[in-house]
Nanobody, 123 residues
Framework: VQLQASGGGSVQAGDSLKLSCTSSRRTSSNNAMGWFRQAPGKEREFVAEINWSGSRATYEDSVRGRFTISRHYAGSTVHLDMNSLKPEDTAVYYC?????????????????WGQGTQVTVSS
């Protein structure tokens, strides 16, 4: 399985970006998907997770209310709508497929990673 991420870029604080991640095959109802990010000099951290049907989502505290994760096309495409971006959101963003159906929020539970897409937010 390959995950192809796209949509990163350089924006100003307060702007919006939409990230997309497409799986090379249809995912199963056993796999949640999500996004992580890694800022320079920091460890990779959880951002958001969504279950197969898109009915449940969870977010890291600093992005809740600004970011929205969604899932489409039989679960094979995941989007991350990022609004009110801040300089501290600057990072490489990775999409991920989880081994479990829900509730992972942990990179140890990831079975496939996308290649990463850079998001840079200037003040």
């Amino acid at each position: 399985v390959q995950l192809q991420a796209s949509g990163g870029g350089s924006v100003q604080a307060g702007d919006s970006l939409k990230l997309s991640c497409t799986s090379s095959r249809r995912t199963s109802s056993n796999n949640a998907m999500g996004w992580f990010r890694q800022a320079p000099g920091k460890e990779r951290e959880f951002v958001a997770e969504i279950n197969w049907s898109g009915s449940r989502a969870t977010y890291e505290d600093s992005v809740r209310g600004r970011f929205t994760i969604s899932r489409h096309y039989a679960g094979s495409t995941v989007h991350l709508d990022m609004n009110s971006l801040k300089p501290e959101d600057t990072a490489v963003y990775y999409c991920a497929s989880f081994r479990r159906a829900w509730g992972s929020r942990n990179q140890d539970e990831v079975n496939y990673w996308g290649q990463g897409t850079q998001v840079t937010v200037s003040s």
